[in-house]
């Protein structure tokens, strides 16, 4: 009720008690009970932990692909730990388990760490997971290296390129020469849809993608710009 209907109120209230009879006596007023329904039990957080790496240093080549290291029955996320700032991402282990697995096996073997996004085009994608990107000396062929194997896309699962955050493996024109490189969108890219791998998705760290240094345009290289560097890859897994 507005204060100026309250006022109101209290003074019609008044009036009447003035005017009713001297032998009336006005009777308390109970409230009425009021029921309160119980505060239902706050949903449960999920937790994750830091799944330990598989090696001290990085290891840059394998001679074949990995082994199975996630377990289906579990939830991932990975810590992108950038020279602009951390982006966390969703895993979908579900859609891409070949995918997810790979890249939670290499980024546990330290594979990613100090290697650097070697193509970022404004509007698009940022690009890395190039292990040659690690040597400043190998800048000319940025782009090509992999991990020694290469593995099939798994374009089938219906997930979209259809929003920035889309974690997706890139590849060459074959869709079984995917490796080790994977890009995000920071735009959708719906295009792509059908034809390349989506496995995860942003949860937060937009912003860091955003500051990436544009290095890529439709053309080629954009002279003199950097690539920022991806310090490590933190994996976290559900309990």
């Known amino acids: 009720m507005r204060p100026s209907a309250l006022s109101l109120t209290l003074a019609l209230s008044g009036l009447l008690a003035a005017c009713a009879p001297a032998a009336t ?7 009425a009970p009021v029921s309160t329904a119980p505060t239902p039990a706050p949903a449960p957080v999920q937790s994750f932990t830091v799944v330990s790496p598989l090696s001290a240093t990085p290891v840059r080549t394998f001679s074949a692909p990995p082994t199975q290291v996630i377990d289906p029955a579990k939830q991932y996320r990975a810590i992108l730990k950038t020279s602009r700032g951390d982006v966390t991402v969703e895993l979908l282990p579900k859609a891409s388990p070949v995918a997810v697995n790979n890249f939670v096996f290499l980024a546990l073997n330290r594979f990613y760490d100090g290697t650097r996004f070697h193509r970022v085009i404004d509007g698009f994608m940022a690009q890395g997971g190039d292990p040659l990107s690690a040597d400043e000396g190998k800048k000319t062929q940025w782009g090509t290296g992999g991990p020694g194997y290469q593995f099939p896309a798994e374009v089938n699962n219906g997930l979209r390129f259809d929003r920035a955050g ?36 942003v949860l937060s760290g937009q912003d860091v993608l955003d500051r990436l240094t544009r290095n890529y345009s439709s053309t080629g290289p954009i002279a003199g710009a950097g690539a920022d560097l991806l310090q490590s890859v933190q994996i976290l897994q559900s309990p």
Do not use: C, E, H, K
């Open 166 to 201: 889309v974690l997706g493996m890139a590849r060459a024109q074959s869709l079984n020469s995917q490796g080790s490189q994977f890009f995000i969108t920071v735009a959708p890219a719906d295009f792509l849809s059908g034809g390349y791998t989506v496995f995860g998705r």
């Open 25 to 31: 006596q006005s009777q308390p007023v109970r409230p």
